[in-house]
């Protein structure tokens, strides 16, 4: 008999084939549902195998009502904040992530971001889509040359690693802090500065590449924003919970930012609208890992660490040991 499996997101079509070719799921492609129709697809079907992704609030409280036939929960994401590591381990339930697959893409729309900011892309946009009917002066409509500028990177992990190999490429100057130094080969003369507030005043664009704290007490707030040079840029495709909205929003009225640069949000997907009243931030909707190739890889990387505990293995990308 194949092993029994509930998937609560909408997935990737090859990501669905394997899921069909190896798992018996009353729906392969995936289905979106909260945690009282996950908590009841798992008794109904006596699953072996729970795939989640980072919508799903695995809390204690759920954690304590899954039921023991289930032997894995998988996330198909690299963040874990919404997992209760803690209670998933006193309970016995191996819990996985799924890293290194979604560095690249991720790193990509960092940069993205850096340049949409620095270079106004939302309002050349808006003037093109308006019908652009007026040629600009030359010291109208400029942006921040991004070459040369100093680049600040919160949080040298893998991706923050693989945003500084392309900044480099754009001619950045990059700065870095984090809880400890990196070796020379990964810091590719990258200036290590131990103290946020120290590296802040050095940067004129930042980035967060951390993870959020679970008390959701922001990084960046008001007294952060304000150790940034006037006309700087700031973006986030990290966590939104790293961020005190109020002073971000107050920064960029202020015009002590130049530019701000979103992924996200400390409220998905309702965010704080006024984000998108402002000219000068470009915004997306959580979709850092969002390519055929990135979501795929991490489907089938939850995929791999279900199977192999399901087959008696260790999982490839504990969240406990
Ligand atoms: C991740 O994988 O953590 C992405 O942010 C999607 O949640």
Same mark, same amino acid.
């Given at each position: 008999m194949r092993p029994r499996l509930i998937v609560t997101r909408q997935i990737p079509a090859a990501v669905a084939v394997r899921i069909g070719a190896e798992f018996d799921c009353p729906w392969p492609e995936g289905r979106d549902m909260d945690a009282e129709e996950m908590l009841r697809q798992l008794a109904a079907t006596k699953a072996d195998a729970l795939m989640i992704s980072s919508? #799903?609030?695995?809390?204690g409280e759920v954690i304590g009502r899954i039921?023991?036939?289930?032997r894995i929960a998988a996330t198909?994401?690299?963040?874990?904040?919404? #997992?209760d590591v803690a209670a998933a381990r006193a309970r016995g339930l191996p819990v996985t992530n799924t890293p290194d697959v979604l560095t690249e893409c991720t790193a990509d729309l960092t940069l993205m971001l850096i340049l949409t900011a620095c270079r106004r892309a939302h309002e050349y946009d808006a003037i093109m889509r308006a019908g652009w009917r007026r040629g600009f002066g030359l010291g109208e409509m400029l942006g921040t040359r991004v070459w040369g500028k100093r680049l600040g990177i919160v949080g040298m992990g893998r991706i923050g690693q693989a945003v500084a190999r392309r900044a480099r490429g754009f001619g950045m100057d990059i700065r870095y802090t984090d809880q400890q130094r990196m070796r020379p080969e990964i810091e590719q003369g990258a200036t290590f500065i131990p103290d946020l507030h120290a590296l802040l005043p050095e940067c004129d664009v930042l980035t967060l590449h951390a993870p959020g704290a679970p008390d959701g007490?922001?990084? #960046?707030?008001a007294d952060a924003f304000a150790r940034l040079p006037k006309g700087a840029v700031f973006v986030n495709?990290?966590?939104?919970?790293?961020?005190d909205e109020e002073a971000l929003l107050a920064a960029l009225r202020s015009g002590h930012l130049a530019a701000a640069g979103l992924?996200?949000?400390?409220?998905?997907?309702?965010?704080?609208?006024r984000f998108a009243e402002l000219p000068n931030v470009f915004l997306t909707?959580? #979709?850092?890992?969002?390519?055929v190739e990135t979501r795929t890889a991490m489907g089938m990387r939850a995929l791999d660490n279900i199977a192999a505990v399901l087959a008696g293995r260790p999982p490839i990308d504990p969240l406990w040991i």
């Amino acid at each position: 008999m194949r092993p029994r499996l509930i998937v609560t997101r909408q997935i990737p079509a090859a990501v669905a084939v394997r899921i069909g070719a190896e798992f018996d799921c009353p729906w392969p492609e995936g289905r979106d549902m909260d945690a009282e129709e996950m908590l009841r697809q798992l008794a109904a079907t006596k699953a072996d195998a729970l795939m989640i992704s980072s919508h #799903m609030k695995f809390t204690g409280e759920v954690i304590g009502r899954i039921p023991d036939h289930v032997r894995i929960a998988a996330t198909c994401s690299v963040g874990f904040e919404h #997992m209760d590591v803690a209670a998933a381990r006193a309970r016995g339930l191996p819990v996985t992530n799924t890293p290194d697959v979604l560095t690249e893409c991720t790193a990509d729309l960092t940069l993205m971001l850096i340049l949409t900011a620095c270079r106004r892309a939302h309002e050349y946009d808006a003037i093109m889509r308006a019908g652009w009917r007026r040629g600009f002066g030359l010291g109208e409509m400029l942006g921040t040359r991004v070459w040369g500028k100093r680049l600040g990177i919160v949080g040298m992990g893998r991706i923050g690693q693989a945003v500084a190999r392309r900044a480099r490429g754009f001619g950045m100057d990059i700065r870095y802090t984090d809880q400890q130094r990196m070796r020379p080969e990964i810091e590719q003369g990258a200036t290590f500065i131990p103290d946020l507030h120290a590296l802040l005043p050095e940067c004129d664009v930042l980035t967060l590449h951390a993870p959020g704290a679970p008390d959701g007490r922001p990084l #960046m707030n008001a007294d952060a924003f304000a150790r940034l040079p006037k006309g700087a840029v700031f973006v986030n495709a990290a966590r939104g919970v790293l961020v005190d909205e109020e002073a971000l929003l107050a920064a960029l009225r202020s015009g002590h930012l130049a530019a701000a640069g979103l992924d996200v949000f400390r409220n998905e997907p309702a965010f704080d609208r006024r984000f998108a009243e402002l000219p000068n931030v470009f915004l997306t909707p959580h #979709m850092a890992s969002a390519t055929v190739e990135t979501r795929t890889a991490m489907g089938m990387r939850a995929l791999d660490n279900i199977a192999a505990v399901l087959a008696g293995r260790p999982p490839i990308d504990p969240l406990w040991i």
